[in-house]
């Protein structure tokens, strides 16, 4: 049985408990949002678990495989953010950019074999992964957020409005963190040295920077909102160039080992 | 904030200038004893601008946000930069960003800064003038120590780090090695390829390579090791990889290429990461806690 001609069938119905549970949000019907999300959740979650155990290997070597891992931990970072902040709108976005991703893997599977190459087989490679895109989900819910004040807030904003954002990002922060170190620990395992400024590093060495730089410019001048909004907005991009943006940069062909095809 | 953006301005200014006359930062020339003096003279300017905070404006502004966020934009800035073009090691320029002045003198201004709020902190909180919880302030010191220690450590000992490529032939033992600029050096350390382990999977990509040596010291010990990818064997300071093989030959492969590496500095860097964990962790369960009312 391959557990991949299966995907669509567990995707839709964790699409459809998250939208369910986005309505129920925008109806201030919370205990049913709670629910019909954390039950969607569980459903993707299986999905994956079943994925890990006939693939016999943990499926974080693609890029298929590392946005499947997005697609459960958007709707999670949003259901925090629900649960702590209460904006009834989070769950709409979250479950929305899940969509995204989820029709990019239908369309574009790239879920192939069972085959590890010697250099994953360790134990840092699920913990590297998965602590990074729990991160980026993070990261992403905090980008909606400056995204939802600049575009739909009208009339200046208090900078007390940004503690939520400001929550994501030193939560995410925390994760690069760990996802940075583990894969300098691992490197050292693996390729004798923990920090090559190979492309990948170089761009995580930004993103970890300019998420600092957002952390250090709200402490010091909490009231310049706007310039903060847009950093994080920029910040997010860096992010993505360094996920996957990275495999379209003329610098950084033939010159990461961080390309597993 | 803007003195901040002229300061690191000026440095990159500087920065430019020293490129243009002495060409790209030597790096090599940082061995020990070198590393280890420029550290302490480093530690001894920062002990030095801290303490004269409160005679020169500048000194005090150092430890400040106004100083910390134009620096990382600058940081940032010529990050990007060094991730959009591409890396040679011999470049003069730009094209080798770890050797490039207005690079190393940004990312060595950080460090200045982070070992300024450290002291500053830690003398606050010695006088009784913290605003802070004590929680608040463990995990500033966890952050702020273990990036000095880790960037610091990493860059000046970079220099001690050997590193050599050895080819190991089946039956034969070998104590020769090719450093980085592919010349050969005798290591203290000899090494017996006993056999070389390939498995494949069913599509013919490789599952495992590895290999079984026989490690001879200087001393006259003999140690039996299978080095694998992902599992280095430790003996006497070095860590020896599993590198490479013949690949036109795969499983018939007759030679097995070991890569050897000391760092002597490894333990300090480590212990800098370790605090940089333990300070992730920190941010992670306190989060943006909110600056007490009466803080500036």
């Known amino acids: 049985m391959n557990a991949w001609d299966y995907f669509l069938y567990f995707a839709l119905s964790a699409l459809l408990l998250w939208l369910a549970g ?5 109806r201030r019907r919370r205990a049913a949002a709670f629910w019909l999300t954390a039950l969607g959740l569980g459903v993707f979650l299986t999905y994956i678990l079943w994925l890990w155990a006939s693939l016999e290997r943990p499926p974080l070597r693609t890029m298929g495989e590392t946005r499947l891992w997005y697609s459960l931990f958007l709707p999670l970072a949003g259901l925090l953010v629900y ?9 709409s976005f979250s479950t929305l950019m899940a969509t995204v991703f989820i029709a990019v893997n239908l369309l574009r599977p790239e879920i192939h074999t069972r085959a590890l190459m010697p250099a994953l087989q360790s134990p840092w490679f699920a913990p590297h992964v998965i ?6 989900a993070l990261l992403g819910a905090a980008m909606l957020m400056a995204l939802w004040l600049l575009a739909f807030r009208r009339g200046p904003i208090a900078d007390n409005e940004l503690e939520g954002a400001d929550n994501l990002v030193y939560s995410g922060q925390a994760f690069l963190t760990f996802g940075m170190l583990f894969g300098a620990l691992w490197a050292k395992e693996a390729w004798g040295h923990y920090w090559s400024w190979d492309p990948k590093e170089t761009w995580a060495a930004v993103t970890w920077l300019s998420y600092l730089t957002y952390i250090h410019l709200r402490l010091s001048r909490p009231r310049l909102v706007p ?5 994080l907005l920029l910040s997010f991009v860096l992010l993505q160039i360094c996920w996957w943006g990275i495999n379209y940069l003329p610098s950084a062909q033939g010159a990461s080992v961080h390309t597993y095809g | 904030m803007l003195d901040g953006f002229l300061l690191v301005g000026g440095l990159v200014a500087v920065g430019l200038l020293l490129q243009w006359a002495v060409g790209p930062v030597a790096w090599d020339a940082f061995a020990f004893p070198v590393n280890a003096l420029v550290l302490t003279a480093f530690v001894a300017t920062i002990v030095t601008v801290h303490a004269l905070r409160r005679r020169v404006r500048l000194f005090h502004f150092l430890a400040t ?3 910390a966020v134009p620096a990382l934009v600058a940081a940032v800035a010529l990050t990007i930069v060094m991730g959009l073009m ?6 003069t320029g730009m094209d080798h960003m770890t050797a490039f002045w207005p690079f190393v003198l940004v990312y060595a201004y950080v460090a200045l800064l982070l070992g300024l709020v450290v002291l500053r902190r830690l003398a606050d909180r010695l006088a009784g003038r913290s605003h802070h919880s004590r929680w608040q302030d463990v995990a500033f010191l966890l952050n702020h120590v273990g990036l000095f220690l880790t960037m610091t450590t990493a860059t000046l000992g970079n220099a001690d780090i050997q590193r050599y490529q050895m080819i190991t032939t089946l039956g034969q033992t070998e104590w020769r090695a090719l450093d980085d600029q592919r010349r050969v050096r005798e290591l203290p350390l000899a090494i017996r390829l006993e056999r070389f382990i390939m498995e494949a999977y069913a599509d013919g990509s490789p599952r ?8 001879l010291t200087r001393e006259g ?11 280095p064997v430790k003996v006497a300071g070095w860590k020896i990889y599993q590198h490479g093989y013949d690949t036109q030959r795969g499983a018939e492969s007759e030679i097995s290429i070991l890569q050897l590496v000391r760092d002597p500095w490894l333990p300090a860097v480590y212990t800098g990461i370790g605090m940089m964990l333990a300070g992730a962790a920190c941010l992670f369960l306190f989060g943006a806690r909110r600056k007490e009312k009466n803080a500036v």
């Open chain 1, 22 to 26: 986005a309505f129920a949000a925008w």
């Open chain 1, 83 to 91: 649960v702590r902040w209460r904006y009834k709108w989070i769950l």
């Open chain 1, 131 to 136: 602590v990074y895109m729990f991160a980026y």
């Open chain 1, 227 to 231: 310039p903060a909004l847009w950093l």
């Open chain 2, 65 to 67: 946000g106004g100083a």
């Open chain 2, 86 to 91: 591409r890396q040679d090691a011999h470049g």
């Open chain 2, 208 to 215: 495992r390579f590895a290999s079984e040596i026989q490690i």
């Open chain 2, 221 to 231: 010990r003999a140690y039996a090791a299978t080095v694998d990818v992902n599992h």
